[in-house]
């Protein structure tokens, strides 16, 4: 191997090795009882549903996977997400798709050390077929418990919060 490839093979290695960020993703691994409230206006009272979510570690510790379970707006709803750490650009990132569209999601973001959250990212819009920006928050309220907040546009333009879900351990 010459020294350029062996650089560069180094360098895939370095890419590819799980390291304290993974092992952070894999200790939120494991069952959840979810409380989810949506609402559709900023002064609207929020539609209010349960579910559950199953999150395991993938790809030898590298990715963790998500799966839902719930009702979104009365309607069967499921969900699956990904999340890690690109050890390349030093940022946190997730995917998510679900039963409501056939489109991904893909945001990116920081964790601090107590696995606060804050990613960015979009979508598109079924009905208007525009990309949606959107800003999700995630906090750790108790070794239990952790709080999901979406933020997107209402409809004066103005981010509102969309989303709460509350992650109980079962």
């Given at each position: 191997m010459s020294p350029e490839e062996a650089a560069m093979m180094q360098a895939y290695m370095e890419a590819g090795t799980p390291g304290a960020p993974?092992?952070?993703?894999?200790?939120?691994?494991?069952?959840?009882?979810?409380?989810?409230?949506?609402?559709?206006?900023?002064d609207a009272p929020p539609t209010v549903e349960s579910g559950t979510a199953t999150r395991t570690m993938i790809?030898?510790?590298?990715?963790?996977?998500?799966?839902?379970?719930?009702?979104?707006h009365g309607q069967p709803f499921t969900g699956h997400g990904m999340q890690g750490y690109d050890n390349v650009t030093?940022?946190?990132?997730?995917?998510?798709?679900?039963?409501?569209?056939?489109?991904?999601?893909?945001?990116?973001?920081?964790?601090?050390?107590?696995?606060?959250c804050t990613f960015t990212g979009s979508w598109h819009d079924p009905v208007s077929k525009q990309e949606v920006a959107s800003r999700m928050t995630t906090r750790w309220t108790s070794p239990?418990?952790?709080?999901?907040?979406?933020?997107?546009?209402?409809?004066?333009?103005?981010?509102?919060?969309?989303?709460?879900?509350?992650?109980t351990r079962k």
């Open positions: 993974h092992q952070a993703l894999a200790k939120t691994a494991g069952d959840y009882d979810l409380s989810i409230r949506s609402w559709n206006a900023p790809l030898d510790g590298r990715v963790m996977a998500e799966q839902v379970k719930s009702q979104m030093g940022k946190y990132w997730s995917t998510w798709n679900d039963s409501m569209s056939t489109g991904l999601m893909v945001s990116q973001g920081e964790c601090d050390k107590d696995g606060a239990t418990v952790e709080v999901f907040e979406m933020y997107a546009p209402g409809p004066d333009g103005k981010e509102m919060k969309m989303m709460e879900i509350t992650y």
